[in-house]
Structures are given as structure tokens and as C-alpha cells.
């Protein structure tokens, strides 16, 4: 191949952010309508005819432009050309990605993953899912700082999945509803909330150990909810996680004005998606009501709105 492409998408997580780094599942959707395509190729040759979004480029092995966006994508890359036994090989990336940055989608590490696709195509090596994940969460770490690999997972899943300790598997979903992702239009900085999280739990040992038994058996009761098709009680689990969430200091005025937003367009919860200090949240709605719930949340100030249905297809990128 004289070019390689590659794809991965957004992601939302229905609960466990945070608390995941500590230990517990996560439940993640991906968010296919956000996408981020990429091309490798020789240096100088790569050229994006037409854009879905923002375009970003990095070359592997130049110390020219190291520049903050791309870092994660950058060493991930490298990582794979290592181990194909290609160190050193000199390759030009161009990233186009629709999703926006800084807002808990998961762009890093979308970013990351179409990027190693990509020159996985070009140098036509075969890449399993776990390669794949491995390499775009040690991309994670250089952007994170500790992640615990549920993003690495989810952008490039081509499900809904259910992630704990670096391990994911698919999530049995027999729920019909609709998920609407809102964009508060404020950055937030996943490495600082991150550590934010972390010193509170290290400086309140007993009150870490409540919450996270707490999230644990939110999360259960959400994966049983999607199981069986139940969206009420879903919906108080993830109202209750945005308390969880907000108690760990993660979420802000604007977050909770669209979540109170959202409930009162009839959504049947709602809470912060993703690290918090800004960014997105999650409501869950009857797929009837979506419409009406998201029209309400940019009334409310919500910079975008996304649609997802629980049972949407979703496709392998
Ligand atoms: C970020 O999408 C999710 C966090 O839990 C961080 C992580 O899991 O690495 C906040």
C-alpha cells in the first residue's frame, strides 16, 4: 500500500467513569456518528480530500512537532511500528476527527486508534482488538496520565461494552430507549480530574470505600436494567451516579443545569458523561421523547446535542 486508512469513533460512558480508575466496571456506548478517519503515508504525500472535521497531522520520529494534541496518537504509532519490527520508519499521519476535544467523548484515544489502523494498513499487518487496545492506551497514558483503558476500549469496540481492569466484553442490551449526549461548550482537562479524584479518595479512606462499594452496585443494577429492558429504574441509577460523581467533585454549575434540563423535558435521568469539569452529559429518554429532551438541553444552553439509540447498530469501523 502507498497510503493506509484507518476509522474509530466517540464514545459515552453510561456509568462508572472515574470510579472505573478505581477499580470498578464501566459501562461505555460508542458514538458512531462522531468519527475520526485517518491516513499514513510517506511524508509530504498524505492529503485529506474531504474533511469530517478537525484535521491534525503528526510524522513518527520527529521531534519538530510534538505538539500536545497529537502526542497520544504519536506514541501509539511508534509503540506499533516497534513492534512490527519497524522502528524508526519515518511515517506522515493526517487525523481528521469530527469529535470535539476535551469533552468525554473519547477523542485522544479515537484519534489514537484510527492513527494505528492506519499505518497498520499501510504496512498491512493484521491488528486484533487487544493490539489495538494496548496500543492506544499506552497513547492514553502519555494524554492521561492513568487511564484506566475504558476509552482505549470503547472507540474502537463496535458495541456497547462493559470494562473492568483492562478487560471489556460486549453489553446484552434489551432496552429500546434513546440516549442524548449534550455539549455543556466547556473544556474539561481529564488528567486534572483525574488526580483530582484520586487525592480526594487517598485523603478520605473510609468515605473512598463507601462511594466506590456505592458505584459498584450502581453499575450492577445498570447492567442488569439494560439486560432486562427496564428503563425506569436505569434511569434513577444514573441520576444517583451523577450525585455519586458530583460528591467526588467532578462535576460543575453547568453540568447540573443540563442535567436538571434534561429531567424536566421528561428525560428519566440524566448525569455528567466522562471526566467531568466540564464537557457532556448523558440523559436517558423514551425514544419518543429524544427529540423534545435535546430541543430543551440547547435551550438550556447546550453547546451541541447528539442522538443515540440503545439498540442502534453500530458499525464496525
Ligand atoms: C474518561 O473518559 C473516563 C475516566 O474514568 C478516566 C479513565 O477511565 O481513564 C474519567
Known amino acids: 500500500n502507498i497510503r493506509g486508512a484507518g476509522r474509530a469513533h466517540a464514545k459515552t460512558i453510561l456509568v462508572g467513569e472515574h470510579t472505573v480508575v478505581h477499580g470498578t466496571p464501566a459501562l461505555a456506548f460508542p458514538l458512531p456518528a462522531l468519527s475520526v478517519r485517518a491516513i499514513a503515508g510517506p511524508v509530504g504525500a498524505v492529503k485529506v480530500n474531504s474533511s469530517v472535521g478537525q484535521q491534525l497531522r503528526f510524522v513518527t520520529e520527529s521531534t519538530s512537532d510534538q505538539t500536545e494534541p497529537m502526542s497520544g496518537?504519536?506514541?501509539?504509532?511508534?509503540?506499533?511500528?516497534?513492534?512490527?519490527?519497524?522502528?524508526?520508519?519515518?511515517?506522515?499521519?493526517?487525523?481528521?476527527?469530527?469529535?470535539?476535544?476535551?469533552?468525554?467523548?473519547?477523542?485522544?484515544?479515537?484519534?489514537?486508534?484510527?492513527?494505528?489502523?492506519?499505518?497498520?494498513?499501510?504496512?498491512?499487518?493484521?491488528?486484533?482488538?487487544?493490539?489495538?487496545?494496548?496500543?492506544?492506551?499506552?497513547?492514553?497514558?502519555?494524554?492521561?496520565?492513568?487511564?484506566?483503558?475504558?476509552?482505549?476500549?470503547?472507540?474502537?469496540?463496535?458495541?456497547?461494552?462493559?470494562?473492568?481492569?483492562?478487560?471489556?466484553?460486549?453489553?446484552?442490551?434489551?432496552?429500546?430507549?434513546?440516549?442524548?449526549?449534550?455539549?455543556?461548550?466547556?473544556?474539561?482537562?481529564?488528567?486534572?480530574?483525574?488526580?483530582?479524584?484520586?487525592?480526594?479518595?487517598?485523603?478520605e479512606p473510609l468515605r473512598a470505600n463507601r462511594l466506590l462499594r456505592r458505584a459498584e452496585e450502581l453499575i450492577g443494577s445498570a447492567a442488569a436494567d439494560l439486560s432486562a429492558g427496564r428503563a425506569e429504574p436505569l434511569g434513577s441509577t444514573l441520576l444517583a451516579f451523577h450525585d455519586l460523581l458530583d460528591e467526588l467533585g467532578v462535576s460543575t454549575p453547568q453540568l447540573d443545569n443540563l442535567v436538571t434540563a434534561a429531567m424536566k423535558a421528561g428525560a428519566l435521568g440524566a448525569k455528567l458523561t466522562g471526566a467531568g469539569h466540564g464537557g457532556c452529559v448523558l440523559a436517558l429518554t423514551e425514544t419518543g421523547d429524544a427529540e423534545r429532551v435535546s430541543a430543551a438541553l440547547r435551550r438550556a444552553g447546550a453547546a451541541q446535542t447528539w442522538i443515540l439509540g440503545t439498540r442502534e447498530p453500530h458499525t464496525t469501523p
Do not use: M
Open 73 to 203: 496518537p504519536r506514541v501509539a504509532v511508534e509503540e506499533a511500528l516497534r513492534r512490527w519490527g519497524k522502528a524508526g520508519a519515518v511515517v506522515e499521519v493526517v487525523v481528521d476527527c469530527a469529535i470535539p476535544h476535551a469533552r468525554g467523548l473519547g477523542s485522544s484515544a479515537a484519534c489514537a486508534g484510527a492513527a494505528v489502523r492506519a499505518v497498520a494498513d499501510l504496512y498491512g499487518e493484521s491488528l486484533d482488538a487487544t493490539e489495538l487496545y494496548e496500543l492506544v492506551q499506552r497513547g492514553e497514558q502519555v494524554a492521561h496520565g492513568r487511564a484506566s483503558g475504558v476509552d482505549a476500549s470503547a472507540v474502537s469496540a463496535d458495541g456497547p461494552i462493559w470494562f473492568q481492569a483492562g478487560v471489556s466484553r460486549p453489553l446484552t442490551i434489551n432496552l429500546d430507549a434513546a440516549l442524548v449526549i449534550a455539549d455543556t461548550g466547556t473544556y474539561g482537562a481529564t488528567q486534572r480530574a483525574v488526580a483530582a479524584v484520586r487525592r480526594k479518595l487517598e485523603r
